[in-house]
């Protein structure tokens, strides 16, 4: 499985337009050097700091999980073909203790964006995201806590919820034990 070169395509997009790294961390709410470390692909951030990103730039965060090729009108992605996304990090550059796949890599122009989530650990910090559009998860296996504004929801195997992604956000293990989840985002 190998990995989208991320950093690259936002650094890209910030010098189509001429824009200093200050210039978009002002306008993204992030650190310049936060910036920074993804467009060196030092870090890989969750996926609702891309969203905001893509925001920004006016381009859709499934952008940053393909290939330059041309459209498809459907794709088959086979266990062996997705692409891993593993070191994601906060702004803080601590851990956030999971990583995630993308189940679709060469439809352009998604209106959902499916992932594959592995929680792996126990958070040390609890920050919450949003962004716009809606998710949708599905625990495969484990036992999840959901942070959904100020509520707490634990789901289980199974268990699935649907929600508005501007509320602040965030998925943790339970108990410490991986927690698969299949994630379906839209912008």
Known sequence: MTEYNIGQKIKKLRLAKKLTLQAVARET??????????????VSPPIATLS?????????VGM?????????RYEVVRATQRKVVSRVISRAGTSQGYSYESLSVRKHNKKMEPFLLAVTDMASEENTYSHDGEEFLYI???AAELILDEERLTLEE???????SSLRHRLLSKDGSEVKVLAVVSR
């Open 29 to 42: 709410g992030f650190s310049p050097a936060l910036i920074s470390q993804i467009e060196n692909n030092n």
């Open 140 to 142: 495969m296996s484990g």
């Open 158 to 164: 199974g268990d699935c919820i649907y929600f508005d």
């Open 52 to 60: 905001r990103i893509a925001k920004f730039f006016d381009v859709k």
């Open 64 to 72: 940053f999980f393909t290939e330059d090729e041309e459209e498809c």
